[in-house]
């Protein structure tokens, strides 16, 4: 029995010795791609792909005074996202890993293109790139906006981008765009994918009497990064359509059950004095019921929404007593109401008529009415149910808040 | 056993045992000087003086070393020089003056501290105990100590262990059984239990183990454990090692069996599964909060020590992407200037640290300032600033080595260690993957050992009906049963109204 025993370190070291640490690979020979910027090349079938690699050096302790760049940029060609980094170690010294990559950017020529969805395929398949990856469209070329991008205070590229996106998404201006998100809708076949939009070419900003009806480029700013993230590029059946601005990004966001969405701060238009505005922030605790009812015989669908929100008013800069006021109150809740039912409606109809199909993620409430997949796409949800189905939208409003402070200042006695 | 043992042995027992006193006393006097090679075994203490009530030689023997003079001085000679009566055990008015009819007898008796007489014209002997091994006074716990509880160790002397334990549990079925070990030399061993509640099976077993030792020296418990346990090669212990009377006392109560010897100050507890290893007496001396708090910060401790510094290779070697980036670059940074590859690093650091606890244990007390200076240049600042291993490393060998001390029991912090190199290899060798691997083997061997046919992870796993001490304890008022997986005779704890 002892004999036997003898046995068990040999097989052990035979392992260590045959095997080998297949796959090890020490951390500081690696090269960590934060941001990957994918363009159209010369030819077809060709891409060109922009690699943005962070220097772990810099930001760490130890090496203080490390005058080293934070991150390199590099550009090349090649034919899809894997090569091209096997490529791109001709001029890289290290290993090039996909594992920490935050965003892929494609620029918006690519995007709307038949052939983005050749190269992004390759997302699918490697297992290097994380399905968490945030999908970012950008106006100009993805090189560009990648050597263009120069925060000012976060410089390590892989916190600006978390933090970046974090907090767009948070106010809701931008969608949620990841790519298990983009390949669930594109296998689906059915709704819009929205990606982020983004650009760092400041164009004629727009005289707009809302804070968030920019698309990014048109936001009036001064000083700070010239990169802005604001709403969203509409991805119809793998290929860019159309770009929303952040209000209508926002609204698909509150629509969209499989969508966090926390709060954000809005102004409505003030319902006594309309030359002034109410700010507000909207918060929604619950998810929004959508009632789907569907008419087998004549492929029609007809789709409720009921939309439960609360409301804390942040500013009346017309001082108007909306608090203590029941009659201005119930005139205030109304007209909140009434101004996102209004644009809610004005974008759903867009979206049946222009787009043909749905940005909210609706297809899974109808899904149930089918007996099998081949059913559901015979009914066709894009082309025919979508587009002729009457929708109505309802706003909840039930809560309404006024903050610390009942009453405002009063002007009169102020300016005496 | 081999058969040069049993050859010996045969010698021995064709030669002492049946080996009778002679009618002569003289002779066996004689005898007797010659079996402990008198004149050159210094100690050796050889007295002839003459009874005053019957005018007859009266020969003494004894060591003198380890026996009472004074005794011997009052109730022994004075008695035969002065006192008057008809018979010897008369004259010497004690209880425990013995008849011995063989040399064998003798040769113990005098091995073990007691005084004998010869009595001219009379074939037998008397024996008499008058022992005083000398050993330390009882002290505190060296190796487990406690904030709240009883601070008494147990020391180096049978009689005064078994008197700590009696002072624990005053039960009159709390036994002393004692047996003998060694064929040179004889210890006793002495088992402590409660009958009415012990499991005899268990008795039974150990019993026939302490008996089938065949050896000639057999000098305390820690040889003791090694020649009863039943896996001398694994790497789990199956026998607790206690220093603590109050700890034994409290698996005596649950119908455990202590085994006490001379020599050392500490007592054996069989059979124990995982949970009694681990646990530390203190657990149950805090408030019921309290004490599961520590147990909290123990089992947490036990998954750090084992694990961190294998996770660590695993992760930085084969799964970077697990890492979250502000970590990771931190790492890569810190690993930049370092030539070696970071298993090397990691078992560097985990070398250095077993050798300062090593070294610590064994280093002369005057030196002993040395070893925390020593250790804390070469493992914290130099070695870093050297860039011969990154300060991360540093981080982890120091929690690894840290929470190591959390196990208190000796034997099971020797697993704990192994353990560690074990899964620290496996990890350099395909990552998670053959770590999770060897982690599972590791665990079915645990979990397939025995303690004196007790499961090692009982009563948790195979579920036994207990007091619910496993991993945390329950509220003292809830505990209602033994410990079930040890078969007690007697299965509550606390009667129920």
Redesign the interface.
């Known amino acids: 029995m002892i004999k036997h025993y003898g046995y068990i370190p040999v097989i052990f070291l035979l392992?260590?010795i045959l095997?080998g640490?297949?796959?090890?690979?020490?951390?500081?020979q690696?090269s960590?791609v934060?941001a990957v910027g994918i363009d159209k090349g010369e030819e077809t079938g060709t891409f060109s792909f922009t690699f943005q690699l962070?220097n772990?050096?810099v930001?760490?302790t130890?090496?203080a005074g490390s005058d080293e760049e934070p991150q390199e940029t590099v550009t090349i060609t090649g034919s899809d996202i894997i090569t091209a980094t096997n490529t791109a170690n001709s001029f890289i010294t290290k290993k090039i890993?996909l594992?920490?990559t935050k965003v892929i950017i494609i620029s918006e020529e690519l995007a709307r293109s038949k052939d983005f969805i050749r190269v992004i395929q390759t997302a699918a398949r490697t297992p290097?790139i994380?399905r968490s990856v945030q999908l970012i469209v950008s106006k100009e070329n993805a090189s560009d906006f990648l050597n263009n991008n120069e925060p000012k205070t976060e410089t390590?590229p892989?916190?600006y981008y978390?933090y970046m996106l974090n907090r767009a998404s948070q106010t809701g201006i931008i969608p949620d765009a990841n790519l298990h998100r983009f390949f669930q809708i594109t296998e689906g076949d059915a709704d819009l994918f929205l990606a982020i939009y983004a650009t760092t070419e400041i164009s004629e900003p727009k005289e707009s009497g809302s804070e968030d009806e920019y698309i990014a480029g048109q936001v009036p700013q001064q000083g700070g990064s010239k990169t802005q993230f604001m709403g969203s590029a509409v991805f119809k059946e793998g290929q860019m359509i159309d770009i929303l601005d952040g209000q209508d990004t926002r609204i698909c966001n509150i629509l969209d059950k499989t969508i966090e969405m926390e709060e954000l701060l809005a102004t409505y238009p003030d319902p006594i004095k309309p030359e002034y505005q109410v700010s507000a922030n909207y918060s929604q605790k619950s998810v929004p019921l959508v009632n789907v009812s569907y008419d087998k015989k004549n492929n029609h669908a007809k789709i409720d929404v009921t939309i439960p929100f609360e409301i804390e008013i942040i500013a009346i800069p017309s001082l108007v007593d909306y608090a203590q006021n029941n009659k201005y109150n119930q005139k205030l809740r109304e007209s909140i109401e009434q101004s996102i039912e209004e644009k809610t409606t004005k974008l759903v109809k867009k979206s049946q008529e222009e787009y043909g199909s749905d940005p909210f993620y609706w297809s899974i409430y109808i899904r149930r009415y089918f007996k099998d997949i081949p059913a559901y796409e015979e009914a066709d949800w894009n082309k025919v149910i979508y587009p002729n189905a009457s929708i109505t939208i309802n706003y909840k409003l039930k809560r309404l808040e006024f903050g610390k402070m009942l009453k405002d200042s009063k002007l009169n006695e102020v300016r005496d | 056993m081999s058969r040069l043992q049993k050859g010996k042995k045969a010698i021995k027992q064709m030669y002492e045992k049946k080996e009778k006193l002679q009618e002569d006393a003289k002779d066996n006097a004689e005898r007797l000087k010659q079996l402990f090679s008198y004149g050159i075994n210094k100690d050796f203490s050889y007295k002839q003086l003459v009874a005053d009530y019957n005018k007859k030689k009266i020969y003494l023997f004894f060591y003198a070393s380890i026996v009472n003079s004074d005794k011997i001085e009052e109730f022994i000679i004075k008695p035969i020089h002065e006192g008057e009566g008809d018979k010897l055990s008369k004259i010497i008015n004690t209880r425990d003056l013995i008849e011995i009819t063989d040399f064998e007898q003798a040769t113990d008796d005098i091995n073990n501290g007691k005084i004998v007489l010869l009595m001219e014209g009379d074939s037998i002997g008397y024996s008499m105990e008058v022992s005083d091994f000398k050993h330390r006074a009882i002290s505190q716990p060296a190796n487990e100590s406690v904030i709240r509880g009883p601070k008494e160790a147990f020391t180096e002397s049978l009689f005064v262990n078994i008197s700590l334990v009696r002072k624990q549990i005053r039960d009159k079925q709390l036994i002393t059984e004692q047996s003998s070990v060694g064929t040179r030399s004889k210890q006793s061993v002495v088992l402590v239990y409660v009958s009415d509640i012990v499991n005899d099976e268990i008795l039974k077993n150990v019993r026939e183990r302490i008996e089938s030792i065949e050896v000639d020296t057999v000098r305390n418990v820690e040889l003791l454990e090694q020649y009863i346990e039943e896996r001398p090669y694994s790497i789990f212990p199956s026998i607790l090692y206690t220093e603590r009377p109050d700890n034994a006392g409290a698996y005596l109560e649950d119908g455990h069996i202590i085994l006490l010897m001379d020599n050392s100050a500490a007592c054996l507890i069989l059979p124990v599964t995982f949970w009694d290893l681990f646990h530390s007496p203190e657990d149950r001396y805090s408030r019921f909060i309290f004490g599961n708090f520590t147990r909290a910060i123990r089992f947490f401790s036990f998954y750090i020590t084992t694990m961190i510094s294998a996770a660590y290779v695993s992760l930085?070697?084969?799964h970077?992407?697990m890492i979250p980036?502000?970590l990771?670059?931190?790492?890569?940074?810190?690993?930049?200037y370092?030539p070696f590859?970071?298993i090397v690093e990691i078992l560097l650091m985990e070398f250095a640290f077993e050798l300062i606890r090593e070294a610590g244990i064994r280093i002369p007390n005057p030196l002993g300032p040395t070893i925390g200076i020593v250790g804390a240049l070469i493992l914290g600042q130099a070695a870093v600033e050297a860039n011969i291993i990154s300060?991360i490393i540093v981080i982890v060998a120091a929690l690894s080595g840290l929470t190591s001390f959390v196990i208190a029991d000796t034997s099971l912090n020797y697993t704990v260690r192994i353990s560690r190199f074990i899964f620290i290899l496996s990890a350099?060798?395909?990552?998670m993957l053959s770590l999770v691997g060897v982690f599972l083997l590791w665990f079915m061997y645990a979990a397939s050992l025995k303690s004196f046919g007790v499961p090692f992870f009982a009563p948790l796993a195979p579920y036994y009906k207990s007091s619910g001490d496993t991993m945390f304890r329950k509220a003292l008022r809830a505990e209602i049963w033994r410990p079930s997986h040890i078969k007690p005779k007697d299965l509550h704890k606390k009667q129920r109204k």
């Open positions: 392992l260590l095997t640490c297949y796959d090890r690979i020490e951390l500081e690696q960590y934060i962070a772990p050096e930001g760490a130890l090496s890993t594992d920490q290097q994380r390590r892989h916190k978390q | 930085a070697n084969f970077s992407e980036p502000d990771l670059f931190a790492i890569t940074a810190a690993r930049e370092v590859p970071l300060p350099a060798f395909l990552g």
